[in-house]
């Protein structure tokens, strides 16, 4: 355990659940902290802004973290169109914690002919917004998708998430996405050069093995998986390729 210099955190399973905290993922956090070791939560909402989801943590849970450490699917979003370099115009399915940052970026709206149509979770959704964003990826715009998640866990049960809609224009325009958020590389990728560090030195964790866990995995990360959230304890030992470590808790980790 221990001998890494920075940690990649999932934050809903890992250190809250819903509206409750998870007593030993905010203990973890505050031991960061506490030792001055860098760690980055890594999170494929694109609903709410860094500075949002900050401020959750600190008015709903009395965890103080500043923006800066929160990096989500919409920053990476931003991040890999700055280095693809192909246009400024974009049309984005999504709410504002995914429009506001990429306006805010320097992008420019464009309905009819954009340089990217940009598909994430939107609670607002109109066949219009579909019907757009297909017609802008059939003139040839790239096509990117926030983040794989098909649902979204509510107390209702689970609604469609941002990857029944990506889905929806895929199945449209017969064309595959870039997928941005975990367990893809490219989040994963941004997150560990936005720390300064290599992979060797970084650990991911989280509660989900099919997307943080897997995150680690298919990018080369050591991962941790606690048993907070949403993979349970009966299902590890039948998981195809083994967390590098697993936890009951995350007091469980020494730092």
Same mark, same amino acid.
Request: avoid cysteine.
């Given at each position: 355990?221990?001998?890494?210099?920075?940690?990649?955190?999932?934050?809903?399973?890992?250190?809250?659940? &819903?509206?409750?905290?998870?007593?030993?993922?905010?203990?973890?956090?505050?031991? @960061?902290?506490?030792?001055?070791?860098? $760690?980055? $939560?890594?999170?494929?909402?694109?609903?709410?802004?860094?500075?949002?989801?900050?401020?959750?943590?600190?008015?709903?849970?009395?965890?103080?973290?500043? #923006?800066?450490?929160?990096?989500? #699917?919409?920053?990476?979003?931003?991040?890999?169109?700055?280095?693809?370099?192909?246009?400024?115009?974009?049309?984005?399915?999504?709410?504002?914690?995914?429009?506001?940052?990429?306006?805010? #970026?320097?992008?420019?709206?464009?309905?009819?002919?954009?340089?990217?149509?940009?598909? &994430?979770?939107?609670? &607002?959704?109109?066949?219009?917004?579909?019907?757009?964003?297909?017609?802008?990826?059939?003139?040839?715009?790239?096509?990117?998708?926030?983040?794989?998640?098909?649902?979204?866990?509510?107390?209702?049960?689970?609604?469609?998430?941002?990857?029944?809609?990506?889905?929806?224009?895929?199945?449209?325009?017969?064309?595959?996405?870039?997928?941005?958020?975990?367990?893809?590389?490219?989040?994963?990728?941004?997150?560990?050069?936005?720390?300064?560090?290599?992979?060797?030195?970084? @650990?991911?964790?989280?509660?989900?093995?099919?997307?943080?866990?897997?995150? &680690?995995?298919?990018?080369?990360?050591?991962?941790?998986?606690?048993?907070?959230?949403?993979?349970?304890?009966?299902?590890v030992p039948n998981l195809p390729t083994a967390a590098t470590y697993t936890l009951n808790s995350l007091d469980d980790w020494e730092l």
């Amino acid at each position: 355990m221990g001998n890494y210099k920075g940690y990649l955190i999932d934050l809903d399973g890992t250190i809250y659940l &819903g509206k409750e905290i998870i007593p030993a993922g905010k203990r973890f956090v505050e031991r @960061l902290q506490k030792t001055n070791q860098p $760690f980055l $939560f890594v999170t494929n909402n694109t609903t709410k802004t860094p500075e949002a989801v900050a401020n959750r943590l600190e008015k709903e849970f009395d965890l103080h973290v500043p #923006a800066s450490v929160v990096y989500t #699917a919409s920053l990476a979003t931003i991040d890999y169109m700055k280095e693809m370099n192909q246009g400024k115009k974009v049309y984005v399915i999504g709410e504002s914690g995914l429009v506001d940052l990429i306006l805010a #970026a320097g992008f420019v709206w464009e309905e009819e002919s954009p340089d990217y149509v940009i598909v &994430g979770l939107d609670t &607002g959704i109109t066949y219009e917004k579909f019907v757009k964003a297909t017609l802008a990826i059939r003139r040839g715009a790239v096509f990117i998708g926030t983040n794989p998640d098909k649902n979204i866990p509510t107390e209702r049960g689970l609604l469609p998430g941002a990857g029944s809609m990506i889905a929806l224009v895929q199945s449209a325009v017969q064309k595959e996405p870039v997928i941005i958020g975990k367990p893809n590389s490219v989040i994963m990728n941004e997150a560990v050069k936005l720390m300064g560090l290599e992979k060797t030195d970084v @650990l991911m964790v989280g509660d989900n093995y099919e997307t943080d866990i897997q995150s &680690g995995i298919q990018n080369g990360i050591d991962t941790l998986l606690v048993l907070s959230g949403f993979t349970q304890k009966e299902e590890v030992p039948n998981l195809p390729t083994a967390a590098t470590y697993t936890l009951n808790s995350l007091d469980d980790w020494e730092l």
